[in-house]
Nanobody, 127 residues
Framework: QVQLVESGGGLVQAGDSLRLSCAAS????????MAWFRQAPGKEREFVAA?????????LYGDSVKGRFFISRDNAKNTMSLQMNSLKPEDTATYFC???????????????????WGQGTQVTVSA
């Protein structure tokens, strides 16, 4: 099991940028795919981005954030980040980081693939 703590959320205006971080502890970090999901009030949890584990891990993005959000990970520091640019009001949500249940699997958009979740960090984008 891994413990995940998100940070970096806040209130910004449309067009601004924000960087979220996720700190992991409790087990080997580098070999597990990691992901960001978000959930707005009254809506289902939505896949945002994922980064593969191991060397040369691939990245995957949700359609609504492609070209604006960028995921990265620092395996030496057991951290993952989400750089969010050109934010829109519809990006308003609670953002969660998540870790895959098993090591060295390809990234996935499916929330059920991820067994450990952080508590979330709120991002609010005003028009």
């Amino acid at each position: 099991q891994v413990q995940l703590v998100e940070s970096g959320g806040g209130l910004v205006q449309a067009g601004d940028s924000l960087r979220l971080s996720c700190a992991a502890s409790g087990r080997a970090f580098s070999v597990y795919a990691m992901a960001w999901f978000r959930q707005a009030p009254g809506k289902e949890r939505e896949f945002v981005a994922a980064a593969g584990g191991g060397t040369g891990g691939s990245a995957l993005y949700g359609d609504s954030v492609k070209g604006r959000f960028f995921i990265s990970r620092d395996n030496a520091k057991n951290t993952m980040s989400l750089q969010m640019n050109s934010l829109k009001p519809e990006d308003t949500a609670t953002y969660f980081c998540a870790a895959d249940r098993l090591p060295l699997r390809p990234v996935s958009v499916l929330a059920v693939r991820y067994g450990d979740w952080g508590q979330g960090t709120q991002v609010t984008v005003s028009a």
